[in-house]
């Protein structure tokens, strides 16, 4: 029974539906909202809940003063009988509404909020990131952006249900408390009445301090997780080069400032904390003193007192409680103002609103008039032309820096140009969808990162619903079936079974780079781009590799990008850059009797390399 209540309000969020309600806004109250409002029924309930819970707590100093009052009638027997309905009252509200009350609160929050919507929001700020272009990804830690993306996205569910379950009951009992002593005697609500004047110009001094510092904190933390991060990340080269204590000055600056940031914050706490048991000590004495001075003067009598002091003190406990709970708030507000500099971004490369999905029937691709730099660096491209025909093997040759690598990210719509367009098959790349642009280019890159996953699944990463037998056919063609069916990892698993470890660094570079090769065998896609594909192989393995992308490369548009020229010297048309500009193209044999930069290159090689 209880398993199908707690299964129903599991049900109420469903964390990875498609998103709805557009990108997150950057303003803070619109960003909580955005995350919020859909599930706003949810925490409506812990609203009436904590509503509940707050006026039965409020209820026991009333019964406690009730009680007082009848014990101190001196006919005890018709005292307790005509009190029967009254006691029989409060023992129900205390047995059955308060667990009640407790119970609808816990389904609420522990079944419904924390499991299904921190998932959502989680879910939502993913997707919103995974979305957002390569750029945004180079200027930032990825450990930075995780953390952000995984404690935001709690900070934001904590802060809201705190303030429900301390900011919201607290306003509620207290008021309640200010109604029940005035109605006794206004004297007697006199010093809770300035307690809470008193407790709002105290958060009025504090919260902003404390949102300040708590943002600032959680700045600092994602700082020290992103260095440690790119520590880990990056360990052969630390090992490699011997800076391990160069990597502890990296990672103990970044401690330093959290050390430092986090102090502040915890110094304002201390001063929080300890301002606040003041107030609450002169509370719980003023009221005792308020209520002996009436009672002596026999304007009140025991059972008044005794339901004031009570409601004091649990105002007072409730304070310190709330305190904490308000110091929670405001250091989630910091986390969730630091998150959204990584949540709240806009996209930068978004598809236009009428985009249709790129059909590619011939590979023709078309560079015109293209202008493109990075940032405000000068241009890489002013007015580039080229023009590539259905079928063509293309080689891209120059010095590095010429432009080889930013004309491929640009094909890829990677970044947006500042004028001109590129076409593929009279289709502009702008006007298409990213992913159905994507899809039609298969590309082998010479810095090959592979997933923490299975061989298996990184081969068919290029074709997701591929058979074992295809993603086999398609590794033995990348020369790579040999050394997968050899693979063990530390689990136990082997063959295509195995897990690669982070960015494949299990793999030798040649191993990855076939493993990569193999990927984009399967996809099978209509344009193919080998960015230096053949850079971390051994000759032989190379030599082999070469025939099957030769294979590969036939019906398909190719543009192939080598240092080493004889890697691509039997293509169709070589194009010759040099800052930017087309200064040479035609066949290998055309441009060798022709001079110039290419054949200077070629002369220039040493071990098949071109110099610098």
Do not use: C
Not at 117 to 136: E, K, P, Y
Not at 529 to 556: N, P, R, Y
Request: positive net charge.
């Amino acid at each position: 029974m209880l398993n199908r209540l707690y299964g129903w309000f599991e049900r109420r969020v469903n964390a990875t539906a498609p998103p709805t309600g557009g990108a997150p806004p950057a303003t803070l109250a619109a960003f909580y909202w955005h995350f919020v409002g859909p599930h706003r029924l949810l925490f409506a309930s812990i609203l009436i809940t904590g509503f509940g819970i707050a006026m039965v707590d409020s209820l026991i100093p009333v019964f406690i003063g009730r009680l007082v009052a009848l014990m101190a009638e001196t006919d005890r027997a018709a005292a307790l009988s005509n009190a029967m309905p009254m006691l029989l009252t409060m023992a129900a509200i205390i047995l059955i509404g308060r667990p009640l009350a407790n119970f609808a609160d816990l389904l609420a929050r522990n079944n419904g909020i924390v499991p299904g919507v921190t998932s959502r929001i989680r879910w939502l700020a993913h997707w919103h990131v995974i979305r957002q272009s390569w750029g945004f990804f180079q200027n930032d830690f990825a450990g930075r952006i995780a953390n952000r993306v995984m404690q935001t996205t709690s900070a934001v569910r904590e802060s809201v249900v705190s303030s429900i379950r301390a900011v919201w009951y607290i306003a509620m009992y207290g008021t309640t408390a200010l109604i029940l002593m005035g109605t006794a005697d206004p004297r007697l609500a006199a010093p809770t009445l300035a307690w809470i004047i008193g407790y709002l110009l105290f958060l009025r001094y504090f919260v902003p301090r404390m949102r300040r510092l708590g943002k600032a904190s959680a700045e600092a933390n994602s700082q020290l997780v992103g260095r440690i991060v790119d520590s880990y990340t990056n360990i052969l080269t630390v090992k490699l080069f011997a800076r391990a204590r160069d990597e502890d000055v990296y990672v103990r600056d970044a401690v330093e400032e959290h050390r430092s940031a986090n102090a502040a914050h915890m110094r304002l706490i201390s001063n929080f904390i300890i301002i606040l048991q003041i107030m609450n000590t002169m509370l719980l004495v003023s009221t005792a003193a308020v209520g002996i001075v009436l009672w002596g003067q026999s304007v009140i009598d025991v059972g008044v007192v005794a339901m004031a002091l009570p409601l004091a003190w649990q105002i007072a406990n409730m304070a310190g409680w709330v305190s904490w709970e308000v110091t929670s708030i405001f250091e989630n507000i910091g986390n969730v103002q630091e998150g959204m500099m990584t949540i709240a971004v806009p996209h930068a490369l978004i598809d236009a609103q009428d985009a249709r999905p790129l059909e590619v029937t011939r590979g023709e691709i078309r560079f015109e008039n293209v202008t493109f730099g990075y940032d405000r660096r000068p241009p890489v491209f002013n007015g580039l032309n080229l023009a590539i025909r259905p079928g063509e093997r293309v080689g891209i040759v120059g010095r590095s820096g010429a432009g080889k690598s930013t004309l491929v990210n640009l094909l890829l719509r990677f970044f947006d140009l500042q004028s001109g367009r590129i076409l593929i098959d009279s289709q502009a790349i702008a006007a298409v969808t990213q992913e159905s642009l994507r899809a039609a280019i298969g590309v082998v890159t010479q810095d090959t990162s592979l997933l923490h996953r299975s061989i298996a699944d990184n081969i068919k990463y290029g074709r997701p619903h591929s058979t074992p037998a295809e993603i086999e056919v398609a590794a033995r063609k990348a020369q790579a079936h040999a050394f997968i069916t050899a693979l063990r990892d530390q689990s136990g698993r082997d063959g295509y079974a195995a897990l690669v470890g982070e960015r494949g660094v299990k793999l030798s570079g040649g191993q990855r780079q076939r493993v990569a090769i193999a990927r984009v065998l399967l996809k099978d896609a209509p344009i193919l781009v080998l960015d230096e594909a053949t850079s971390s192989l051994d000759s032989e393995v190379e030599v082999a590799i070469q025939e099957q992308l030769l294979g590969l490369m036939a019906g398909k548009t190719v543009i192939a990008i080598a240092h080493r020229l004889s890697t691509i010297a039997r293509m169709d048309r070589l194009i010759v850059l040099d800052e930017g500009r087309i200064v040479q193209e035609g066949t290998h044999e055309s441009l060798l009797q022709s001079g110039g930069l290419y054949a200077d290159l070629w002369a220039r090689q040493s071990g098949g390399f071109i110099a610098a």
